[in-house]
């Protein structure tokens, strides 16, 4: 059924999410809605609203639509609210083993909320996607500065007129080359559900990692101003490509998309336990 219910928030029309199966007091006084329930309507009140905020949620972060954030937060407020008439009603129960399964009811609740409120907070922001964050913060500044770096050393060697600046100004610019394609190539990449690297992207970011000896090479032979910053280039080097390893391992696993790891490895998990506790509730009454 689940499965179901998170196909339907794909396909919903956003403009209009669906709403719970109860309307809110308009005054916000949920305790008062519910207070007239019995037992069987509340743990069904409680189940709904366990649902609806697990398909309003499901459909906020596969859209980030305010409508769908909205209804999330409402079926919150009827979840809690109907979870406290239970706690309220349970005052009259003479069942030890509810009464013990109604602490671990309690404590799953709030795990829950607090792991839903977590993962809300994450649709919209760098956060959700932390290879992409490291990418925009630390890889493309780096790549940036390394062809600042290259064209600058590519116009020392070639005012220089030494006897082998050709072959120096040659591999400055393939790893110029390299470093332009990469950095329009795994923008695009990194930002696509396509796991396999373009074949040009993935040429350059091979030539990138073994660039290293290159540029030893032509430090040597450079002009001592310069070998700052050779030596600074071989650092982006070492330091970008230790930074897209950890990327592309991410982007291989479910943790890539964090709302989505969060929704799927632990509010699923926690919504189905309460859903059996209603059920074995609903089943002994």
């Avoid at 239970?86 to 709030?110: P, Y």
């Avoid at 795990?111 to 630390?138: I, K, Q, W």
């Avoid at 291989?252 to 336990?273: G, H, M, N």
Wanted: glycine share 8%.
């Amino acid at each position: 059924m689940l499965a179901d219910y998170m196909r339907n928030a794909q396909g919903r029309d956003t403009s209009a999410p669906q709403t719970a199966a109860f309307d809110v007091d308009p005054e916000g006084n949920l305790a008062r809605l519910f207070a007239s329930r019995g037992h069987d309507a509340l743990l069904a009140d409680n189940a709904a609203a366990n649902e609806a905020s697990l398909i309003a949620l499901r459909g906020y972060v596969l859209t980030g639509s305010v409508g769908f954030k909205t209804e999330w937060q409402r079926s919150v407020q009827l979840f809690e609210a109907s979870q406290n008439a239970i706690v309220k009603n349970s005052r009259g129960w003479t069942d030890g083993r509810q009464l013990l399964q109604l602490t671990e009811f309690r404590r799953t609740s709030e795990e829950l909320l607090a792991e839903e409120r977590t993962l809300a907070s994450f649709v919209g922001t760098p956060n959700r996607f932390p290879g992409l964050r490291l990418y925009d913060e630390e890889v493309a500044p780096a790549f940036d500065e390394a062809l600042r770096l290259c064209d600058l050393m590519l116009q020392s060697i070639m005012t220089s007129n030494g006897s082998d600046s050709a072959s120096s100004v040659d591999a400055l610019a393939r790893l110029r080359g390299d470093v332009r394609t990469m950095r329009a190539g795994l923008a695009l990449f990194l930002r696509s559900r396509v796991m396999t690297m373009p074949i040009e992207v993935e040429a350059a970011y091979e030539s990138f990692q073994t660039s290293g000896g290159v540029l030893a090479g032509l430090r040597a032979k450079a002009r001592p101003g310069d070998q700052a910053k050779f030596d600074r280039l071989a650092e982006l080097i070492q330091s970008t490509d230790k930074n897209l390893q950890q990327i592309f391992a991410l982007k291989r696993t479910s943790r890539w998309d964090y709302a989505d790891y969060v929704f799927r490895q632990k509010v699923l998990p926690l919504s189905a336990k309460i859903s059996v506790t209603l059920g074995e509730w609903g089943a002994g009454s």
